[in-house]
């Protein structure tokens, strides 16, 4: 029986991150790199995760700070704080590592961390995802996967309201 890693082993900050990932890199290294908020967690989020997990061989999420995601999202959101976020998502199997950003975009940390392949949902069109650029010029791969319908945040807030 596989021994599962501790949730908070996987938490890390974008500059120790960098140093954990000089460990993992090699000829056959494909780091995979997604961004989000990720504060109501669905089907729709772990299927993605799950999904971007198996373009690589190693999986890294970041999440806009609270404060990024009161600026993108309003005054009434995260719902859940920057740290109960990171660990839920360090409780994924799918998931080697998360770390946060500040600002309102994941470029600085993109360009830190230099993943080989940039994914994002499919509502994003591959030539306008933030750091797609920066990737694909060192030699990497930005990609979009689709999402799984009936399954999204937007959808479960709404019905959340209603009653």
Do not use: W
């Amino acid at each position: 029986m596989p021994i599962l890693r501790d949730p908070s082993d996987k938490i890390k900050t974008p500059h120790t991150l960098k140093r954990v990932l000089l460990k993992h890199r090699g000829p056959r290294s494909r780091v995979v790199f997604t961004n989000g908020v990720f504060d109501v967690l669905h089907r729709g989020h772990v299927t993605y995760l799950h999904n971007a997990r198996k373009l690589g061989s190693l999986l890294i999420v970041a999440l806009n700070s609270d404060a990024s995601v009161k600026r993108l999202k309003g005054p009434s959101r995260p719902y859940h704080t920057l740290q109960d976020r990171l660990y839920t998502l360090a409780c994924l199997e799918a998931v080697d590592y998360v770390t946060s950003f500040e600002e309102d975009t994941p470029l600085e940390t993109i360009k830190l961390l230099k993943p080989k392949i940039l994914v994002k949902g499919g509502d994003y069109d591959v030539g306008t995802i933030v750091g797609g650029s920066e990737v694909v010029a060192a030699g990497g791969v930005v990609k979009t996967l689709p999402f799984v319908d009936g399954h999204s945040t937007t959808q479960i807030l709404n019905a959340a309201l209603k009653k």
